[in-house]
């Protein structure tokens, strides 16, 4: 359970946009996550891995 819980903390802060409220792809070469909106801005809300307050983020910014 605790390489899990280490897994999606490196997820949430990776791939988290805080002022987008949402997960954006990342595009590790040039150190920049995407501008698009895929799936994966709302696959972090359904596996669970999200924090509640990434998912009320989500939900204000529309995403839902």
């Known amino acids: ?17 805080t002022t987008r409220g949402g997960f954006f792809d990342c595009n590790f070469s040039a150190g920049k ?18 924090t509640r307050e990434q998912a009320y983020a989500a939900e204000k910014h529309q995403h839902l």
């Open 1 to 17: 359970m605790k390489r899990a819980e280490t897994r999606a903390a490196t997820r949430r802060e990776l791939f988290c946009d």
């Open 33 to 50: 996550r995407s501008t698009y909106e895929y799936a994966t801005t709302l696959y972090p809300l359904w596996t669970g891995w999200a």
